[in-house]
């Protein structure tokens, strides 16, 4: 019902920023980014509301992510500066869940890959 579509992944060095996008082709109330390193299980970074009332951070995250909404285009944003090494991983876009609850997000993106070389 929901197709969720990541962009905005890439290269860059530590200390650089990023800026990711995701859109949503459906409805959804809460969106999240949650991300997976390598041999590791996938965890939660920031999620919104609609209207971007609430946001939450991972504390790994937090003062260096904004997430953002434009509930018009049912699109979030992932706004990452002074990327570290330890971001690398995949980044995914999840909606109609709650907070950082990723078992309860129906809806996945298939990812985006972000590198952060020293």
């Known amino acids: 019902q929901v197709r969720l579509v990541e962009s905005g992944g890439g290269s860059v060095q530590a200390g650089g920023s990023l800026r990711l996008s995701c859109k949503a082709s459906?409805?959804?109330?809460?969106m999240a980014w949650f991300r997976q390193f390598p041999g590791q299980e996938r965890r939660g970074v920031a999620a919104i509301t609609p209207g971007a009332t609430i946001t939450q951070y991972d504390d790994s995250v937090e003062g260096r992510f904004t997430i953002s909404r434009d509930d018009a285009t049912n699109t979030i944003y992932l706004q990452m500066s002074r990327l570290e090494p330890e971001d690398t991983g995949a980044y995914y876009c999840?909606?109609?869940?709650?907070?950082?609850?990723?078992?309860?997000?129906?809806?996945w993106g298939q990812g985006t890959q972000v590198t952060v070389s020293s």
């Open positions: 999840a909606g109609g869940g709650y907070r950082l609850q990723q078992g309860g997000y129906p809806y």
């Open positions: 459906g409805s959804v109330v809460w």
